[in-house]
Structure formats: C-alpha cells, structure tokens
C-alpha cells in the first residue's frame, strides 16, 4: 500500500508491564508469534510512520527486552520505568526521556501485535484532519471484557475512557473499546499525565484518564474507529498468544493465496510474517516456512517440512525435511527426510534424499547425495554423485576439517572421507573406504581390507544349522583353504557407489 509520510514526531511503545497472565519468564512482549516478538510487530507497525525517533518503555524483565530491542530495532531507544505504576505513568516517563518533540507522539501498547501499518496510518490522518489534540483508535468488539469502553456523548463526541473495573453497569454494556493506541499533541499529553491521579481500583496511573482530562479542558479530542476490529486485539495470555498467532497466520496465507500462492491446507501450514513466498509455489499440508525464508516460483514444499531462514529456489522440490539456514537451488530436490543444516548451498538442479544430513557445504549442479549420508564442511563440484552411507568424516575431536570433491566423482557407498581430503576431477572411490588420502583426478581410490574366503566354515564350525545343510546342498566343500579373492579393487569393476543412477550417463 502507498502511503504518504505521516508526521509523527516520536513514537512510544509501552512495554514495561509484567504480563502476569502469561505465566511465564519471558516478558510478556517478548513472546513470539508469526516470526517476531510482540514487541517486534508493533514496532514494524509503527516503522513506515517515519517517526524521527522511537522509545520502548521497559521495566518487567528490561534486560531481555532492552537487548531484544537492540536485535530488532537498533534505531528505537530503551527507557525504564523502575516501577510499574500504570501505563499513563509509563507514558510520562517516555514523554521526560523524549524531550522536545516536533509534531504528534504516537503512545502504543506493546501487547497489540496485530496492529498494521495502515491502520496507524488511518489513525494519524483522522487525528491531522480533525486537528484533535488527543485521538485514541476504538474498535468495535462483540466482547468488550476486560477492556476499557469509550464514553461518547449524545452528539457522538468521545467524552472518556473508562476501565471496566472503575465501569458502572451502562458503562460495561458499551461495546466501543480502547485499542491502546493514541496519537496526540506531546505538550499537551505530558501536561495532562500530570494531572493523572491513582485513585482508580488498581491505584494506577491511567493513561487513559488523559482523555477525560483534555475534554475536560475543553480540548479537541477524537476517537478513531479502526475499520477491522482484529488489528486491535492485545495479547494477555497463552490461549489469546494462540489465537493471535491463528489470526496473524489466517492473515499472512489470505495474502499469499490472492497471490497465487497455492496453499493445499490452511489449517497446518504456518508462513511468518517475514517470509516470502512466490505465486505457483505449492505449500503441501505440515509446511513451516519460517523466518527470513524465501520460496521461489513453482517450488513445492512440503508436506511435513520446516525452513527457517531458507532460501527455496524456483521449481525446487522439498519433501518431509526440516532445513535452516540453506540455499536451495533451482530445481533442486530435497528429502523425503532431509536434514540440512546451516551452510548447506545446493547449486541448480542438485539433489540431497532421503536420510542425509548436510551441514556448511556446497554442492554443485546436477550433483547427488541421494541416501543416509552425513555430509559436513565440504565442497562438492558439478556432476558428481555420492554414494549411499558415505559420510564425510569432518571432525577430529578438537577441530573440524574441510573435504573437497571435484566434479564427476563417484563415491561408492559406505566410504567415510577423512577430511581434510580431495577428491580429484573424475575420481571415483571404492565401496567401504576409509579415505584418508587425496584421490587424484580420473584415479580409483581404495582402502579397505582384501577379502578373504574361508571354505567350508560353517559346515566344520556350525554344523547341523539350516545354513550348513543349504551349504551342503549347494555342493558347498566341508574342508578347504582361505582364498584370497585378489585386491579389493579387482573385486570392483563397479565400485558400487550405492545409487540408483549410477553408470548413467
Ligand atoms: C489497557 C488500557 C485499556 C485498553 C487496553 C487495550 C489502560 C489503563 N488501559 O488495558 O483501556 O482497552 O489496554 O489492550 O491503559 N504498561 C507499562 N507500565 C505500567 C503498566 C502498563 O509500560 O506500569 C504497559 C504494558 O506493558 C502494556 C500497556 O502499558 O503494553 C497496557 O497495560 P496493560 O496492563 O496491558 O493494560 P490493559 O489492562 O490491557
Ligand atoms: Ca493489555
């Protein structure tokens, strides 16, 4: 949505509450939903405003927030309030901590975290227009509970908000509730919060008791009715927590679907707020995408696979995986039952399968790990193909070792890589190494045991079983000498790199 910049001054964020409902440790603010903090999406709600300058008002667990804080939103500064006596008093200390301020301050509670940008944009207009001194965002709700009601007069004007444990029983049938988001004439708002009294039936100080005394004076005041009721809701406990999260993720796929997004299943898959996803991309049924993800055009993920902070390239296919902090290229394919971890680049057309777990590694185009492989702090080239139960044996106890494997090699199953080792361009490994050494381009690397064949064991040494009356039937000998069936290499006119494509051209 364009939008014209809106002259706001300063923006406060009330945020020092204890959140005592949520009955947890974390501050009530800093608890998660849709790919940030609650604090984090009032904040991105307030951001296009283009305030000049941003203060959080933190008291209850001020340390995590005051650094959750610097994480998030580098540009907002931190005021404590040492004790919570009320959100106008949280308000009067950003007010002395603000100073001078040119233009309107918008004072927001921390716990909306379904606020959007245009919804504040509206509020702000409406308060330029009517050149109000005070406007407050109202909403109209079916269940006002536990919220403070908007007292208009007879001709429509807002006379006061009163909290519903100070409401008299006309009071609490009002529906019209305070959202918690005011926008007003600094000077005249700091005057007023020292007017603010406790005598209340939570001995705070009201913030919204402002209002009341502005009117009072006779100033303009106004109300501003958000146009979706939701946008307003706070947050005081874990089950409304979950509702949120449902609504703001309800709110994310409606998008992604009038997009083109194709989404097979609503109810199970979740998309932050953060993450992007292209139209035509398919999100099967149990699909996470998490973070700062990004899904390219014609990808289908899922079902069952969560992606924080990955990349999914276009037309890339990722099944029941769990994947972080990767790059999948275009083309690529991934899982069933991936594990790539963070680091893992996946060129075009690469593929990773079932049971493999990838760490800080890039593989290269048309390159294959196709089954119940580790793979860590590695570079493998283009074409190349890994073969099952090959593990790249990157750690040494104290440090960790790089593997690189050039282009075209083939790794035959079971051969652990002792990094740090290469593979040269065109190798290829024998099934069961234990590579320790560089393989040189076009050569054969081998590093197992001969195989030795002792004749006749098991109807000398387990006589009498099933397998040495099979044996004898087959004309197995009773007695005979161990063979030695020539080198481990002779053995392997296929080195037998475990994959299904293997010998394809
Ligand atoms: C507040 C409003 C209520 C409104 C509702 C909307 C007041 C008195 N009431 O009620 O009219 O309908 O929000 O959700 O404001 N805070 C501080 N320091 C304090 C106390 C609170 O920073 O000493 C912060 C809280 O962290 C919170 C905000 O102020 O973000 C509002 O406080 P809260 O206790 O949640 O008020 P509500 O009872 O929800
Ligand atoms: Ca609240």
Same mark, same amino acid.
């Given at each position: 949505m364009q939008?014209t910049p ?11 509450g204890?959140?005592t409902?949520?009955r947890s440790r974390?501050?009530?603010?800093l ?8 604090l984090?999406h009032v904040?991105?709600a307030a951001?296009p ?19 959750h804080l ?8 931190a005021?404590v ?9 949280a308000a009067a200390v950003a007010?002395d901590?603000?100073?001078e ?21 509206a ?5 330029r ?7 407050v965002?109202?909403?109209e709700?079916?269940d ?6 908007i007292?208009r ?6 006379r006061?908000?009163v909290?519903e444990?100070?409401?008299?029983p006309?009071?609490?049938?009002i529906?019209?509730?305070?959202a918690?988001?005011?926008v007003?004439d600094a000077?005249a708002?700091?005057e007023a919060?020292t007017?603010?009294g406790?005598s209340n039936q939570?001995g705070?100080q009201y913030?919204t008791?402002?209002l009341g005394l ?5 100033a303009?005041v106004?109300?501003?009715?958000a146009?979706d ?5 706070g947050c005081?406990?874990q089950r409304?927590?979950a ?6 993720n309800d709110?994310?796929l409606d998008?992604?679907m009038r997009?083109g ?5 609503p109810?199970?898959t979740?998309?932050?707020?953060t993450a992007e996803v292209a139209a035509?991309?398919v ?5 996470q995408v998490l ?5 390219g055009?014609?990808a289908?993920?899922?079902?069952d696979?969560t992606l ?10 990722v099944?029941r995986?769990?994947?972080q ?9 991934v899982?069933p039952?991936s594990y790539l971890?963070?680091g893992?680049e ?8 079932a049971?493999?777990?990838t760490?800080n590694v890039?593989?290269g185009?048309d ?7 580790y793979v860590?702090?590695?570079?493998i080239?283009?074409?190349s193909n890994i073969?099952?139960?090959t ?5 040494d106890?104290?440090v ?6 050039g282009?075209?090699?083939r ?6 890589l ?7 361009d ?6 069961g190494?234990?590579?320790?050494n560089?393989?040189?381009?076009g050569a054969?690397?081998v ?7 002792v004749?006749?064991?098991v109807?000398?040494?387990? +006589?009498r079983? *099933? @397998?040495?009356?099979?044996?004898? =039937? /087959?004309?197995g $000998? +009773?007695?005979g *000498? @161990?063979?030695d069936?020539?080198? =481990? /290499?002779?053995? $392997? +006119?296929s080195?037998g790199t ?7 051209p």
């Amino acid at each position: 949505m364009q939008q014209t910049p809106s002259t706001v001054g300063a923006v406060v964020v009330l945020a020092a509450g204890q959140g005592t409902r949520m009955r947890s440790r974390t501050p009530k603010v800093l608890h998660h939903l849709g790919g940030r903090s609650m604090l984090g999406h009032v904040l991105a709600a307030a951001e296009p405003l283009g305030a000049g300058r941003t203060v959080v008002v933190v008291g209850s667990g001020r340390e995590a927030v005051a650094e959750h804080l610097t994480a998030v939103a580098p540009h907002a500064t931190a005021v404590v309030q040492e004790q919570q006596n009320g959100s106008g008093h949280a308000a009067a200390v950003a007010l002395d901590a603000l100073g001078e301020v040119s233009g309107a301050v918008l004072i927001v509670n921390g716990d909306a975290p379904l606020l959007r940008a245009e919804t504040l944009h509206a509020l702000v207009q409406a308060h330029r227009q009517a050149g109000d001194v005070l406007t407050v965002l109202t909403a109209e709700v079916d269940d006002p509970t536990g919220l403070g009601r908007i007292v208009r007069d007879g001709g429509g004007a807002v006379r006061a908000i009163v909290e519903e444990k100070d409401a008299d029983p006309a009071t609490r049938a009002i529906t019209e509730v305070n959202a918690g988001v005011y926008v007003g004439d600094a000077a005249a708002v700091r005057e007023a919060l020292t007017r603010v009294g406790s005598s209340n039936q939570q001995g705070e100080q009201y913030l919204t008791d402002v209002l009341g005394l502005l009117v009072a004076d006779g100033a303009p005041v106004g109300g501003h009715r958000a146009p979706d009721a939701a946008d307003t809701l706070g947050c005081n406990d874990q089950r409304e927590l979950a509702e949120r999260r449902r609504m703001l993720n309800d709110r994310v796929l409606d998008d992604l679907m009038r997009a083109g997004v194709v989404v097979i299943d609503p109810m199970t898959t979740w998309v932050d707020v953060t993450a992007e996803v292209a139209a035509e991309a398919v999100l099967q049924p149990g699909t996470q995408v998490l973070g700062a993800s990004t899904i390219g055009a014609g990808a289908v993920v899922g079902p069952d696979t969560t992606l924080v902070d990955v990349e999914v390239g276009e037309g890339a296919s990722v099944v029941r995986s769990h994947c972080q902090l990767a790059v999948i290229g275009p083309a690529a394919t991934v899982g069933p039952f991936s594990y790539l971890r963070a680091g893992t680049e996946l060129a075009r057309g690469a593929k990773v399968g079932a049971f493999v777990e990838t760490k800080n590694v890039q593989v290269g185009e048309d390159s294959k790990v196709p089954h119940l492989s580790y793979v860590g702090d590695a570079t493998i080239g283009r074409g190349s193909n890994i073969g099952a139960a090959t593990v790249f044996v990157n750690y040494d106890g104290v440090v960790k070792h790089r593997t690189t494997v050039g282009d075209h090699v083939r790794v035959g199953s079971d051969t652990m890589l002792v990094a740090p080792v290469t593979i040269g361009d065109g190798a290829y490994t024998a099934a069961g190494s234990v590579i320790t050494n560089d393989v040189p381009p076009g050569a054969m690397g081998v590093a197992r045991a001969r195989q030795r064949n002792v004749a006749g064991w098991v109807r000398r040494r387990r +006589p009498r079983t *099933p @397998a040495a009356e099979a044996a004898a =039937a /087959a004309g197995g $000998a +009773p007695d005979g *000498p @161990a063979t030695d069936t020539g080198t =481990a /290499a002779s053995t $392997a +006119p296929s080195p037998g790199t475990g994959d299904e494509q293997q010998g394809q051209p």
